[in-house]
Structures are given as C-alpha cells and as structure tokens.
C-alpha cells in the first residue's frame, strides 16, 4: 500500500435530529415531578400526581387539544416521568457505588 491512496466512502450520508430550543416544553416538569415523587409516597404522592395531570389536561384544552391526544400526550407525560424515576434512580445507585482509590 505504499505510495497508494485509500479512497474512504461513506456507505450513507450521516443525518442528525435537529431539536429546537426550548425542545419538549414538559421535560422540566418531567424532571420536576420525578425529583419530587422520590421524597413523598401515599396519598401526598397521589395528590401530587393528579395535580400535575389535571394541570396538563387544563393546559392542553386551554390550546383546543381535547379527547384521545389529550389522553396520549398525559400517558407519555406518565411513561417520561417513570423512565426519569429510573434514571435518578440508576445515578443514585451508580454513584453510591463507585469504586474508590487507585486502580490496580
């Protein structure tokens, strides 16, 4: 291969997902909400989780989104919260974990 050149191709273009700021408006709630219901369990738990569905009802009709969407968009709200429940939860057991000193 010397004095050769290698031709490098790219088998696809490369794309990228362009999100524009402020990206999803729920993610600061999501976040908010997690953080809040790893402190608090029971009927404080349960308030806590009715307010913020009925608050997401009420923004969305407020915008003349009704019905089905509307029931769509509070079950990601709910999956997004668990799936940020598991990731604080993973951080907390990742970090509480750590190996510490010098490694071998």
Request: proline share 6%.
């Amino acid at each position: 291969m010397k004095g050769e050149q290698m031709e490098f191709v790219l088998a696809s273009p490369t794309t990228a997902e362009i999100i524009p700021f402020p990206g999803d408006p729920l993610a600061a709630l999501v976040r908010r909400t997690a953080r809040e219901l790893e402190h608090i369990q029971g009927p404080a738990a349960d308030r806590l989780w009715r307010e913020r569905c009925r608050g997401i009802q009420q923004d969305l009709a407020a915008i003349g989104i009704a019905g089905a969407e509307v029931q769509a968009k509070v079950d990601k709200f709910a999956l997004d919260v668990h799936g940020e429940m598991q990731r604080l939860a993973w951080s907390d057991w990742h970090e509480a974990h750590q190996p510490g000193g010098d490694a071998a």
